[in-house]
């Protein structure tokens, strides 16, 4: 079992940055993904980006391409998403998921099979 638990999250203005951790404890994935999702009120849970651990390759939703960057210490089991120039739109719920195994597919979340509390984004206009 593995435990993903997110921080970072919290209120900025629009335009400023934030810096997401998602640290694992438990059975600790030596070869998985390791994904970033979020959730606004009223709509439903989306993808944002995701990292391999094998080979560290990146995942983006398009949008967030150019603002954020998912990177990952292995020492120390933790994914972290640079979120840079926020809009409010960003604000949402994000959520880190764990991959037990790589299942060909990081943008579905159905493919992942542990997921944190969430931390809470608001970004302020």
């Known amino acids: 079992q593995v435990q993903l638990v997110e921080s970072g999250g919290g209120l900025v203005q629009a335009g400023g940055s934030l810096r997401l951790s998602c640290a694992a404890s438990g059975r600790t994935f030596t070869s998985s993904v390791v994904g970033w999702f979020r959730q606004a009120p009223g709509k439903e849970r989306e993808f944002v980006a995701a990292?391999?651990?094998?080979?560290?390759?990146?995942y983006y939703r398009d949008p967030e391409k150019e603002r954020f960057i998912i990177s990952r210490d292995n020492a120390k089991n933790t994914v972290y998403l640079q979120m840079n120039r926020l809009k409010p739109e960003d604000t949402a719920v994000y959520y880190c998921a764990a991959q037990s195994y790589y299942r060909g597919s990081v943008y579905t979340l159905r493919a992942y099979d542990y997921w944190g509390q969430g931390t809470q984004v608001t970004v302020s206009s």
């Open positions: 990292i391999l651990r094998d080979d560290g390759s990146t």
